[in-house]
């Protein structure tokens, strides 16, 4: 059956078994069609619009030797230029669970003259790829990179660096 210019709700979601309501005047409110997409696809909790465009929240770190004050990245940074004085400071990312990070949350770091150490917050017990990196382990950077942290898990970050390429000239 082919419906031009409409979408025909019942036969499209009767596939779900689960038609939508309609309001007084015959339509079905974007609260009720957002309500029955979540039901359908299983999805529970708060949906959030990851780092759409436009919506880079820059933020300055400069490391320090323990990772904390001027060295924490700040919850809700996507977009982060770190300063280190030596590759032994250190800059910590926020704390997933404390900051209620969802899965998918996504943070750019771009490293500046020299490398540093990343971690997790102390006795989060939060990890850089699989590995516990709040104190003992660390991730260590090289100076003049970029990175890309992702929330993977309710404790874990993965964290990848990006590789510069040169143009070639023939």
Same mark, same amino acid.
């Given at each position: 059956?082919?419906?031009?210019? &409409? =979408?025909?709700?019942t036969?499209?979601?009767?596939?779900?078994?689960? #038609? +939508?309501?309609?309001?007084? $005047?015959?339509?079905?409110?974007?609260?009720?069609?957002?309500? *029955?997409?979540?039901?359908? +696809?299983?999805?529970?909790?708060? !949906?959030?619009?990851?780092?759409?465009?436009?919506? &880079?929240?820059?933020?300055?770190?400069?490391?320090?030797?323990?990772?904390?004050?001027?060295? =924490?990245?700040?919850?809700?940074?996507? *977009?982060?230029?770190?300063t280190?004085?030596?590759?032994?400071?250190? *800059?910590?990312?926020?704390?997933?669970?404390a900051?209620?990070?969802?899965?998918?949350?996504?943070?750019? +770091?771009?490293?500046?003259?020299?490398?540093?150490?990343? =971690?997790? #917050? &102390?006795?989060?017990?939060?990890? !850089?790829?699989?590995?516990? /990196?709040?104190g003992?382990?660390? +991730?260590?950077?090289?100076?003049? /990179?970029?990175?890309? &942290?992702?929330?993977?898990s *309710?404790? $874990?970050?993965?964290?990848?660096?990006?590789?510069?390429?040169? #143009?070639?000239?023939?």
């Amino acid at each position: 059956m082919a419906i031009i210019g &409409a =979408l025909d709700k019942t036969k499209h979601l009767s596939e779900f078994n689960d #038609p +939508l309501p309609n309001n007084a $005047g015959g339509y079905t409110s974007s609260a009720d069609r957002k309500a *029955a997409a979540r039901t359908n +696809l299983g999805i529970t909790g708060n !949906i959030t619009n990851l780092n759409q465009a436009g919506s &880079a929240t820059a933020a300055a770190v400069t490391t320090t030797a323990d990772g904390l004050t001027t060295g =924490l990245i700040p919850a809700g940074a996507t *977009a982060v230029i770190i300063t280190s004085g030596a590759a032994t400071n250190a *800059a910590t990312l926020p704390g997933i669970a404390a900051n209620s990070l969802p899965i998918g949350y996504t943070i750019r +770091l771009r490293v500046g003259a020299n490398g540093l150490e990343l =971690l997790t #917050p &102390a006795a989060s017990n939060e990890t !850089i790829n699989g590995v516990d /990196s709040d104190g003992t382990n660390q +991730l260590d950077v090289a100076a003049n /990179s970029m990175l890309t &942290a992702v929330v993977e898990s *309710a404790t $874990g970050w993965m964290v990848g660096q990006a590789s510069a390429v040169a #143009p070639d000239n023939d």
